[in-house]
């Protein structure tokens, strides 16, 4: 089974703090992606990638940024977390031209 | 752009009984996924619908896309509380940058 994997489940930062979650997937995907899960908003794309060292911007890109120095390594910053920034955080992976994705348990974050 | 409509956004319905979401678009879809996402975890991709008309069988869930590819279905038969969680669809977009557009979702809780 595809599995992706998400560093933290939980995560209580400062306001101001720089945040970074990792995402790390063991099948291969060109395709990873970040989304946040709000109540009433569904899930929103912050960012997405296709290969490695590329990026490209999702729905709501403001206040973060990725980095994919590696295939199965996809991560999302937070160069200064604010509290409207507490959300849960999903990664996702998938083969490229596919759209099955699979995702990550989930990183819930509380910015205080 | 492209809108994706999934109703109802709540559900409650006694165990054995019968369950439906709808998926609607504003424009002509190429395909469209279903998850489904338990309580505390993370989304799950259940099928992904082609064909105009098309229908899918996983056991109680039946799945179909319109004959026009404009909208789709989930019906779940005599419920279980094991069904109990939030299903999406999902949808994609070429139109602006790469998208990958999931509903709203439909929170399905099952009384038994």
């Known amino acids: 089974d595809v599995k992706v994997t998400q560093s933290s489940r939980y995560l209580v930062k400062r306001t101001g703090e720089k945040v970074f979650l990792e995402c790390v997937q063991d099948?291969?995907?060109?395709?990873m992606f970040w989304y946040r899960q709000d109540p009433g908003l569904g899930l929103r794309l912050i960012y997405f990638s296709y290969d490695v060292k590329m990026k490209e911007k999702g729905d709501i890109p403001e206040g973060y940024s990725v980095s994919r120095e590696k295939k199965e390594r996809f991560s999302l910053i937070l160069e200064s977390a604010s509290t409207n920034q507490t959300s849960m955080y999903l990664c996702?992976?998938?083969?490229?031209?596919?759209?099955?994705?699979?995702f990550g348990s989930g990183t819930r974050l509380t910015v205080v | 752009g492209q809108q994706v409509m999934q109703i109802p956004q709540y559900q409650h319905v006694q165990e054995g009984e019968d369950f439906t979401t709808y998926c609607n678009s504003s424009t002509t879809l190429s395909n469209i996924q279903w998850y489904k996402q338990r309580p505390g975890g993370h989304p799950v991709f259940l099928i992904q619908l082609v064909k105009s008309g098309e229908v899918k069988k996983q056991k109680r869930l039946t799945f179909q896309f319109g004959e026009a590819k404009k909208n789709s279905s989930l019906h779940i038969t005599a419920t279980q509380t094991t069904d109990v969680g939030t299903y999406f669809c999902a949808v994609f977009t070429t139109s602006g940058t790469y998208k990958y557009i999931f509903g709203t979702g439909t929170r399905l809780k099952v009384l038994a």
């Open positions: 996702a992976s998938s083969l490229l031209g596919r759209l099955d994705y699979t």
């Open positions: 099948m291969d995907h060109e395709n």
